[in-house]
């Protein structure tokens, strides 16, 4: 059964700062894997979506990267703005499965 | 660019009673799926639609659930008889033609459910 975990659970920096976000995940045979942000009581926006044969995908100030075999992405955030507070999670679609399994999620403050 | 809009925003309803979610997915979208949240816990999947089937649910989408597609455009969720456990945040999601491989999924703003 596929659990996907991310740390840290919080985080918080001043603005401007570069930051990582982890996610791990237990069962390695992932189709896709994708980024969302979710702010508070509101729906989840799609970030970035790495396919299982990707090594990283980059949006603006934002790059995930992939390591399929080690269970690990990072969701890389440059230059932190306080419009980036929000809480970002991680979700693995299994091979042969069309369910997302999501981990908790890192819950970002940046402070100006 | 294409969005999945969900109706209500919010409803409250009263233990035993039957609720309606309703969602409109992206219109070239091919996979239907549902999705809660309680407060402070995961996102969980309840239920994916393909072809005006479920092609695959959880433990949680019992008997009291179902989906339908009844028009071509509009996309729901009942829930028979609530109860104060159903109380979350509902999640309509679609995705395109590669079974999300391709194009991710698209996810609606939710529907926050009150059973009181």
Known sequence: ?112 | EPEVTQTPSHQVTQMGQEVILRCVPISNHLYFYWYRQILGQKVEFLVSFYNNEISEKSEIFDDQFSVERPDGSNFTLKIRSTKLEDSAMYFCASSGTGKGANYGYTFGSGTRLTVV
């Open chain 1, 1 to 112: 059964k596929q659990e996907v975990t991310q740390i840290p659970a919080a985080l918080s920096v001043p603005e401007g700062e570069n930051l990582v976000l982890n996610c791990s995940f237990t069962d390695s045979a992932i189709y896709n894997l994708q980024w969302f942000r979710q702010d508070p009581g509101k729906g989840l926006t799609s970030l970035l979506l790495i396919q299982s044969s990707q090594r990283e995908q980059t949006s603006g100030r934002l790059n995930a990267s992939l390591d399929k075999s080690s269970g690990r992405s990072t969701l890389y955030i440059a230059a932190s703005q306080p419009g980036d507070s929000a809480t970002y999670l991680c979700a693995v679609m299994n091979t042969g499965f069309q369910k997302l399994v999501f981990g908790t999620g890192t819950r970002l403050l940046v402070s100006p």
